[in-house]
């Protein structure tokens, strides 16, 4: 009797010691992924708080209008992923810097003529926007 | 009599090593399935963390190509987005819309890219109007704009 004990406490203990092993290798794996994308998200949160543009101003240069903005915010902007619309509609631009700094201007150049009066919108790979009438 | 004492044990030992292997491998079974579940549930709300993504038309002014009203998708989460009818629900004005109105240009969005959601120019009228996206894990954006 005693010996049974003994040998069914064992095997109900290696498969404690396996189901503990199951649930720390899942779970601190799980636990660390959660975590990286909530940093994740938290950075990309502070970054939107600190990125601000402003258009200043717009000029027909045949065959491109010229687009001045001021990085008023505190990022850094990678200027290729940004978005340019006129009167609504996405335009190929072309820009002066890859890497638009804080306090900086850039200057964006797209193939089509903005009128007096049309509205033009940027919007920061982030999701920041700002709209200036031609 | 000696003998009989000899097989009792060995009949209680053989029970109880059958009992605790039975009982042993339930138990692992079952933490098995829970972790798994655990783990399934980590990774969705990894993925709600990661995915997040903007209209970012002008809402004055949809521009429309044929019979499609172009509306554009920005992906301002931490992962590419798959973009098709089966990850992404429309709703215009709470109404929903039909999978065979609407369609992406792309079939996924990078980090910080752009992609077109057109929808058919029947399901949406003159006026003011409400777009919601819903898109995996049902992480969603709304948009106000006129036509």
Known sequence: MGFSLIAASAIIGVAVLISLEIIVGTTVPTITDIHDSYDDMRVRAVEQLQTDVTITSSVWNNPNTILSVDNTGSTTINTSKCSILLNGVIQTFTSTVSYFHPEETAQFSFPTHANPGDIIKIITPNGIEDYYEA | ?147
């Not at chain 2, 929903?96 to 992609?115: C, G, H, K, M, P």
């Open chain 2, 1 to 147: 009599m000696g003998f009989s004492l000899t097989s009792t044990q060995v009949i209680f030992f053989i029970a109880s090593v059958i009992v605790a292997g039975t009982v042993s491998g339930v138990f692992i079974a079952v933490t098995y399935d829970v972790t798994s579940s655990f783990s399934d549930r980590g990774e969705r709300v990894q993925d709600q963390l990661d995915i997040e993504f903007k209209i970012i038309n002008d809402p004055d002014s949809i521009p429309s190509s044929g019979r499609n009203y172009l509306f554009y998708l920005k992906n301002i989460g931490g992962v590419a987005i798959p973009t098709t009818n089966a990850t992404f629900t429309v709703f215009v004005d709470g109404e929903l819309i039909i999978v065979a109105n609407y369609s992406f240009v792309d079939t996924s969005i990078q980090t910080e890219e752009v992609t077109t959601l057109n929808i058919d120019t029947d399901d949406i009228s003159s006026g003011d109007h409400t777009l919601r996206i819903v898109g995996p894990q049902a992480i969603d954006d709304e948009f106000t704009f006129t036509i």
